[in-house]
């Protein structure tokens, strides 16, 4: 059982940045291919990111290629999202997710993951 609780949201201005943080429970952290997820009001949950369980392979969506980083530090624990130069669209909920334990590292369809934190609110103002 792995959970995961996010940090970092806020309300930003356009062109601004911030950093989400997720803390992973557990000792096998290192083990789990990891991703970020959002959901805007009335759509569905869309992949941002995903992370290797290595951290040395990622994957964007189009839409935040060039301006979100995705990394983790596997001796704290931890997965990121640098988030620069937002936009008003990039407005949502923002999801941590965790595949389970040695399943495959290349996932983008958030059913394919089996833990999720409870979300941090990122609101971008034009």
């Known amino acids: 059982q792995v959970q995961l609780v996010e940090s970092g949201g806020g309300l930003v201005q356009a062109g601004g940045s911030l950093r989400l943080s997720c803390a992973a429970s557990?000792?096998?952290?290192?083990?789990?291919?990891m991703g970020w997820f959002r959901q805007a009001p009335g759509k569905e949950r869309e992949v941002v990111a995903t992370?290797?369980?290595?951290?040395?392979?990622?994957y964007y969506a189009d839409s935040v290629k060039g301006r979100f980083t995705i990394s983790r530090d596997n001796g704290k624990n931890t997965v990121y999202l640098q988030m620069n130069s937002l936009k008003p669209e990039d407005t949502a909920v923002y999801y941590c997710?965790?595949?389970?334990?040695?399943?495959?590292?290349?996932?983008?369809?958030?059913?394919?993951?089996?833990?999720w934190g409870q979300g941090t609110q990122v609101t971008v103002s034009s």
């Open positions: 992370v290797t369980r290595s951290g040395g392979s990622t």
């Open positions: 557990g000792r096998t952290f290192s083990s789990n291919a």
């Open positions: 997710a965790a595949r389970m334990r040695y399943y495959s590292d290349y996932a983008t369809d958030p059913t394919l993951y089996a833990y």
